[in-house]
């Protein structure tokens, strides 16, 4: 799958952000998701906290936390908590499979987000919804509708993959997209509102 092979180009180029915080973890939803990563790592330990099950080793000579979330929003907050609370860690990159949205998007394609927005969380009335920003923890509102991607991993793993050899998935070789990826606990499989979030967010890919 070409999307491990950025991300094990991301991880051997990636530069620590803290001296005292080395290992970067990396979270999928679902097992498809991070079997080939885990197949990837060495010196593997599993470790259970709080129901999750996480995987300590290496990639090339990057030191790594893998786990899986589990599908949704609620799964991946508490497994971030999780952890946080139980790992000292300098990254977290989430990777995994999303529906296309861009015209151009075709299977195989890969996405990195620059941003990321979700869309369903807000006021709904008898005539339209409300996108909101999403709240902190301290219980104010974060001021913008969209989550910034750290720029640091974002320039990394642009450049990863331009150093990546991509095999052909339906007969191209994939395509890399950067931009806003929209997120929720609802799967999309009606066209009009995949076109709504395009149109609408300029979101390339929803998850």
């Known amino acids: 799958m070409d999307l491990i092979k950025i991300v094990v180009a991301l991880i051997i180029g990636y530069t620590p952000l803290s001296l005292s915080a080395q290992r970067i973890a990396i979270m999928g939803a679902m097992d498809q998701e991070i079997s080939m990563l885990l197949e990837a790592m060495t010196h593997q330990k599993r470790i259970q906290r709080g129901g999750v099950d996480f995987y300590k080793g ?7 936390i893998l786990l899986k979330a589990g599908v949704g929003k609620v799964n991946a907050a508490y497994s971030t908590a999780v952890l946080t ?3 000292n860690i ?60 750290d720029a640091h991993l974002l320039e990394l793993s642009l450049k990863a993959s331009e150093n990546v050899e991509f095999s052909p998935v339906v007969n191209r070789p994939p395509r890399i997209f950067s931009g806003t990826i929209t997120t929720g606990d609802l799967f999309i499989s009606n066209r009009e509102k995949a076109n709504f979030l395009y149109a609408e967010y300029n979101s390339l890919a929803t998850e």
């Open 58 to 64: 290496k990639i090339g000579n990057q030191k790594i």
């Open 85 to 87: 609370q139980n790992f």
């Open 90 to 149: 300098s990254a977290l990159i989430f990777t995994g499979v999303a529906g296309g949205l861009h015209p151009e998007i075709m299977t195989g394609d890969i996405v990195i987000g620059e941003n990321l927005l979700q869309y369903d969380f807000g006021s709904l009335n008898e005539e339209s919804f409300e996108l909101w920003p999403f709240y902190k923890i301290g219980g104010e509102r974060h001021e913008e509708l969209y989550i910034e991607a």
